[in-house]
């Protein structure tokens, strides 16, 4: 046995305390991968809002502590607690690996309510405005974007996306890097809005 499992396959879907300060409090359900022979946790997403996230460090390690100090049985008998073993690193856990950058996209939260402040150079004016994006870690670019501007939420234009994806990229590479810490997701999949036409002038936000 050299890894336990949590995931689609298993009985029961695990559940776990966030660590986040956000919602510390609230259990979620997780897909994991525990490797035995490491006694650490390689891979974690988690359902937040409909959608599968990629785990954080932070998260990855409560549930370590969890399982290692406090949930041990599952471990010494995953079957009983709705788990399964396996000798090889279940396929859906390459993109979930805790610490790998170049995994899955990095996304604002319309629905959580966390959008990202850009500068834009607007006719010679620098003009501050807030947008949402998903940034694809693969292809590194951003392949949605929508922007904020006075009569609602539009579509970006090509030379805002550009400019959005450099300043990424380049002043806030650390954003992408732990994106977490900047009030951002990294999903296992491309948010569903991200591929909805929009009306310009709309109210709101993008609707998850």
């Known amino acids: 046995m050299r890894y336990v499992v949590s995931d689609p396959e ?3 879907a695990w559940q776990h305390g966030s660590a986040s300060q956000d ?4 259990k ?20 937040r809002n ?12 409560s549930l370590e502590d969890s399982l290692l100090f406090g949930d041990h049985d599952a471990l010494d008998d995953p079957e009983t607690h709705g788990l399964r073993t396996s ?10 690996k805790i610490g790998t950058e170049a995994a899955g996209y990095v996304a604002t ?3 959580g ?3 990202w402040s850009h500068i834009f150079d607007e006719d010679g004016d620098e003009i501050q405005r807030d947008c949402h994006f998903v940034f694809d870690c693969a292809s590194n670019e951003v392949i949605a974007m929508r922007v904020e501007r006075d009569l609602g939420w539009d579509d970006a234009s090509r030379s805002e996306i550009e400019d959005l994806e450099e300043s990424l990229k380049d002043a806030n590479h650390e954003a992408l890097e732990q994106p977490h810490s900047w009030g951002l997701r990294r999903l296992v999949a491309a948010p569903e809005w991200a591929a909805e036409p ?4 709309v109210d709101a936000g993008p609707e998850m």
Do not use: Y
């Open 113 to 115: 309510g966390t959008t």
């Open 198 to 201: 929009l009306t310009c002038g």
């Open 23 to 26: 919602d510390p409090d609230t």
């Open 109 to 111: 939260d319309p629905e």
């Open 10 to 12: 298993c009985q029961n």
């Open 87 to 96: 000798s090889d690193v279940p396929d859906w856990a390459e993109k979930a």
């Open 50 to 61: 409909s959608q599968w996230e990629i785990a954080s460090a932070d998260e990855a390690e």
């Open 28 to 47: 979620r359900e997780c897909h994991f991968v525990f490797d035995v022979q490491r006694s650490e946790v390689i891979a974690m997403q988690i359902l």
